[in-house]
């Protein structure tokens, strides 16, 4: 079986990325283009990313998962600590994180370093999640080898019985990552594929460089 996708072709036209029109903080530049996608038509979830991890078995591997805050120091995630990527976060803190808006035909590029949320954070993350999520989150052994479907309908039912009357507690093997980013490579494509691509680099003085790539 074979199928050629070589004509899809797409010009990009939306926008450009100029030096001079641009903050010197790269965060500061993710929240101008985050409130712009936020803001725009035909993005779903303009949260979710793809994060990228080193694993056990020296693999690469990328999942989507959303990313529910950022600040001045960080992009801040939720996920099972035993997980796959969980466990190679543990060996290997060195992260990849992308976002394609494709809408606004712009990808952004993050490598960081992750480190455990505070618990505290995490209680009160975990605390404002809808029941039904807090439960999926003590149900499920992210990333292990189940039977079937029925296994976790079957402990899902058997916690709503359990938690009917007391608190959700939040699972020490669930939490947030802070991914404190060391570059950030910003692309907004256009036309004749000479798009623009900004890369910020944090420096030993902890000051961000920026550098323009060739397309
Ligand atoms: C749109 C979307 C959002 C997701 N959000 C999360 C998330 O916030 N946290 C999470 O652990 N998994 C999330 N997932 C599931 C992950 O992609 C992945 O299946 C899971 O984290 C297990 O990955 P791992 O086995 O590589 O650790 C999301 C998946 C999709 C498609």
């Known amino acids: 079986m074979q199928k050629d996708l070589g004509d899809y072709r797409k010009s990009y036209e939306k926008s450009a990325l100029m030096e001079d029109s641009i903050s010197d903080n790269p965060i500061q530049l993710f929240q101008t283009w985050f409130y712009e996608v936020e803001n725009s038509d035909g993005v779903d979830e303009p949260n979710a990313m793809t994060v990228s991890t080193v694993g056990l078995d020296g693999f690469p591997k990328s999942r989507v998962v959303l990313l529910k805050k950022y600040t001045h120091e960080g992009f801040i995630f939720y996920t099972n600590y035993n997980s796959e990527k969980g466990k190679a976060i543990s060996e290997n803190p060195n992260l990849c994180l992308s976002f394609f808006w494709a809408n606004l035909e712009r990808q952004v590029i993050i490598k960081g370093v992750a480190e455990k949320l505070p618990e505290n954070l995490s209680d009160g993350y975990f605390e404002s999640r809808p029941e039904g999520s807090k439960l999926g989150a003590v149900v499920s052994e992210q990333s292990t080898v189940i039977d079937s479907r029925a296994v976790l309908e079957d402990n899902l039912?058997?916690?709503?019985?359990?938690?009917?009357?007391?608190?959700?507690?939040?699972?020490?093997?669930?939490?947030?990552?802070?991914?404190?980013?060391?570059?950030?490579?910003?692309?907004?494509?256009?036309?004749?594929?000479?798009?623009?691509?900004?890369?910020?680099?944090?420096?030993d003085e902890y000051e961000w460089k920026m550098e323009r790539l060739a397309p």
Not at 167 to 196: A, C, T
């Open 157 to 203: 039912a058997r916690l709503e019985k359990e938690y009917s009357d007391k608190e959700i507690e939040r699972p020490k093997h669930w939490g947030g990552y802070l991914v404190r980013p060391v570059s950030m490579e910003f692309w907004q494509g256009r036309p004749n594929r000479l798009h623009d691509r900004i890369r910020y680099t944090l420096t």
